[in-house]
């Protein structure tokens, strides 16, 4: 077979495996065998290296041979300065995919095409922190020991640098990624099936779904983070990089360009200069830039733009961020006029210039909705940022996620939400909750949680959606809000999940309970426990015994953050499912932090 041929059967294979179970050990060696005199010879073209790699990343369980992937990535380094955006972005998320998969992870990682995960809890037992960083130190040095070599980050930097300069510049990126005669570039976008869109105006190889995937991965695989060796190898790897080296690698000079930033590379490089603690001038004035092109991100952009920033930590300013919430919401289908066109999207939350009242038919499980990853990604990034959205933008996400629930992954019967969707989209309704609550102070905490068990005895099932809660009821306090801390607790009752999309979850998780794995009865039972929600013991017994044969290939932090969390529920396992969640934590007892 040719190099082409390898990297399409890889590729089908991967989107096959979303639907059936993936390749066993022997077909992935025996790719990788017919692969590699090909690769050694550079005979994979740009497009062939992105989608292989990315491949090799969606396929949950599939270890690669041993310098199977260190040798796909150095064949991949006489070509990086040919990669458009796409394969960069490809690139970028494979890393991030793979530095991030756990040895002992079941599962439990994203598939929403590089969504921001929230399975990790931060200080879940004290404070529920947002989600897990994606540039941590673990996932730094796992992506030191992945390169093939120091000068690999830094050509893959060096034209990440050169796009942003050409975007920055208004140069067409069409004539230039593509000069290189491989003609491997156009058909980049068409082949991938990462699901981005190829509109924007600047040429379907930089399209902002591209852009969005680039910033996404740039700052969860640690390419960002990782300073670039000096001298390569192992050698240099054990000694660590020189003080000087460190500090030149601190930032890439494309952060502290003064340019005019234009768009979503723009954007790149505020969340990097955020994650890198770079300028903060540079950051803010980036921000602003990216207004235009939001309105041309499918769903999964905007949630991949969100969770960037929130794992770099970097907050925009408040103008960007009324921007975001308008377009994100104009793309929750709450199911009230939705059917046949999206103009109503935009007429119940006020956003009449949003993309989704401009047209882009699609139906509910396409591109033009959120589907459930996205809902939660939003959810858990807002909750980290810590960008208290308002009542219309919370209600509208509860509503789509509601809908859902209880009609499927498609929002109109296209499949029920998966275990890992059901978790996920509950631990992110939690973390929101608790992004408001804990800003308050004691007085307001109290009253929030007395107003939270009232409302938990609610029997309603209207589907909370913004033209039921507007932006201006926020101004419809009663009197006794003039004290800001009253006023501020009375606003975070808002963001509590309504009683029909806690009961709606219940239902859902009720027939999915037999695919639960531990890290995902980990996030669920978290997020009870931090809603207040009490479920019934039986429900708990039967999803400890379904769990209880997955305890082994947990990590050890979701081992805790269950227990912790049964604690916190007052339901005590038998003493022998106790004995093999103990005996499962074992063996990384010596890697777990004070946490």
Request: hydrophobic share 40%; net charge neutral; aromatic share 4%.
């Amino acid at each position: 077979m040719r190099a082409g041929d390898q990297a399409a059967a890889l590729h089908a294979v991967a989107k096959l495996a979303r639907a059936l179970p993936s390749p066993p050990p022997a077909w992935v060696a025996g790719w990788f065998a017919a692969a590699a005199p090909h690769l050694r010879a550079a005979a994979f073209r740009p497009k062939d290296l992105s989608l292989s790699l990315w491949a090799l990343s969606r396929l949950q369980g599939v270890r690669p041979p041993a310098g199977g992937l260190q040798l796909l990535l150095a064949a991949a380094e006489p070509h990086l300065h040919r990669f458009n955006a796409q394969d960069l972005s490809l690139v970028a998320l494979a890393l991030a995919a793979l530095t991030g998969r756990s040895d002992s992870s079941n599962g439990s990682g994203g598939s929403s095409g590089g969504g921001g995960s929230s399975s990790s809890h931060g200080s879940s037992a004290g404070s529920g922190g947002g989600s897990g960083n994606g540039n941590g130190g673990g996932a730094v040095a796992e992506l030191e020991q992945l390169l093939p070599s120091c000068e690999w980050r830094q050509l893959y930097l060096a034209r990440v640098s050169e796009l942003v300069r050409q975007e920055a510049a208004g140069s067409s990126l069409g004539g230039g990624s593509s000069s290189s005669g491989n003609g491997s570039s156009s058909s980049s976008s068409s082949s991938s099936g990462a699901g981005w869109a190829r509109g924007g105006g600047r040429g379907s190889e930089c399209g902002p779904q591209a852009l969005c995937n680039l910033l996404h991965g740039l700052v969860r695989s640690g390419l960002l983070s990782a300073p670039p060796e000096v001298g390569g190898g192992p050698a240099s790897r054990a000694a660590g990089p020189s003080p000087a080296a460190a500090a030149a690698a601190a930032a890439p000079d494309w952060l502290d360009a003064d340019t005019d930033d234009f768009g979503l590379l723009a954007l790149t490089s505020a969340a990097a200069a955020g994650g890198l603690g770079g300028t903060q001038p540079a950051a803010a004035a980036a921000t602003a830039a990216p207004l235009p092109q939001l309105p041309q991100c499918t769903p999964q952009g905007l949630t991949n733009v969100l969770s960037a920033l929130a794992a770099a930590g970097h907050v925009p300013e408040e103008g960007w961020v009324e921007r975001f919430l308008t377009e994100s919401a104009a793309r929750m289908d709450t199911g009230h006029g939705s059917g046949g066109s999206s103009s109503s999207s935009g007429e119940v939350v006020d956003v009449s210039g949003s993309s989704a009242s401009s047209g882009g038919g699609v139906d509910g499980g396409g591109s033009r909705w959120c589907n459930a990853d996205d809902l939660a990604h939003l959810a858990a990034a807002a909750a980290q940022l810590r960008l208290a959205p308002p009542r219309w933008w919370t209600s509208r996400l509860y509503g789509a996620m509601e809908r859902r629930l209880m009609y499927g992954v498609g929002g109109a019967g296209g499949g029920a939400c998966s275990a890992r969707q059901l978790s996920q989209m509950l631990h992110g309704a939690a973390q929101l909750q608790r992004s408001y609550t804990h800003s308050l102070p004691d007085g307001a905490c109290l009253g929030v949680a007395t107003s939270s068990v009232s409302s938990s005895t609610s029997t309603t099932t209207t589907i909370y959606d913004a033209a039921t809660a507007s932006s201006s009821d926020q101004q419809r306090l009663p009197a006794a809000a003039a004290d800001p801390a009253l006023a501020a607790a009375l606003s975070a009752t808002a963001v509590r999940p309504p009683p029909s999309l806690l009961a709606a979850w219940h239902r859902a998780a009720a027939a999915a309970l037999p695919n639960f794995n531990a890290v995902d009865a980990a996030h669920a039972l978290w997020a009870l426990a931090a809603l207040g929600e009490r479920p019934p013991q039986d429900w708990l017994q039967r999803l400890l015994v379904g769990v209880r044969g997955t305890l082994a290939a947990a990590p050890p932090c979701e081992l805790a953050v269950l227990l912790w969390s049964l604690a916190e529920l007052r339901f005590r396992p038998t003493w022998s499912w106790i004995a093999d969640c103990v005996e499962a934590s074992g063996p990384g007892l010596a890697r777990m932090e004070g946490q």
